[in-house]
T-cell receptor, first 115, second 112 residues
């Protein structure tokens, strides 16, 4: 059961344009969401997070939007740069009992930014 | 120092070998994790240590044995692995459980 879904395996954009990566979740207990970026043969690098009490969080070129009613979040990268080319993972966790607080990852979206 | 250091970077082992993966962080984090990642798949949680105690074991086979000697170190002992265990093994740490994870660059393991 895939609780965090990234339905686009890949996305290609031109340098300077906006990249929008999408993520859907099914577990209504999730209240903390993160985006990670991963280059081949390296560990994921934390990018940005958002708590369910917010609907937007911004950090430089990266903005994450959360729509709780739709159980949807998105990562916007503006402007996109060739160095942003990587796999982007959406992850979520829940503040509840048991092991729900563990981070659940989506399958990732490969972003390619073309010069 | 915001690094999680993993050694070795690459490891090739036979099915009868015993080897260990090592992970170190000096950020004062009290939660440490082992993840396994196969190509084109998301990281899968294996173990979580919180304050040096094993907090989560995701039904991992006993041929994987974690150890947390102190708050900075995390080991993963490997014995009698199968070829399907070949993967990238990632260590991560966080201030406490539920805070954002910092990942190491991983150990690429091949089991022959």
């Amino acid at each position: 059961d895939q609780q965090v879904k990234q339905n686009s395996p890949s996305l290609s954009v031109q340098e300077g344009r906006i990249s929008i990566l999408n993520c859907d979740y099914t577990n209504s207990m999730f209240d903390y969401f993160l985006w990670y970026k991963k280059y081949p043969a390296e560990g994921p690098t934390f990018l940005i997070s958002i708590s369910s009490i917010k609907d937007k969080n911004e950090d430089g070129r990266f903005t994450v939007f959360l729509n709780k009613s739709a159980k949807h979040l998105s990562l916007h990268i503006v402007p996109s740069q060739p160095g942003d080319s990587a796999v982007y993972f959406c992850a979520a966790s829940a503040n509840s009992g048991g092991s729900n607080y563990k981070l659940t990852f989506g399958k990732g979206t490969l972003l390619t930014v073309n010069p | 120092d915001t690094e999680v250091t993993q050694t070795p970077k690459h490891l090739v082992m036979g099915m009868t070998n015993k080897k260990s993966l090592k992970c170190e962080q000096h950020m004062g984090h009290r939660a440490m994790y082992w993840y396994k990642q196969k190509a084109k798949k998301p990281p899968e949680l294996m173990f979580v240590y919180s304050y040096e105690k094993l907090s989560i074991n995701e039904s991992v086979p006993s041929r994987f044995s974690p150890e947390c000697p102190n708050s900075s170190l995390l080991n993963l002992h490997l014995h009698a692995l199968q070829p399907e265990d070949s993967a990238l093994y990632l260590c991560a740490s966080s201030q406490v459980i539920r805070e954002k994870l910092f990942f190491g660059s991983g150990t690429q393991l091949s089991v022959l």
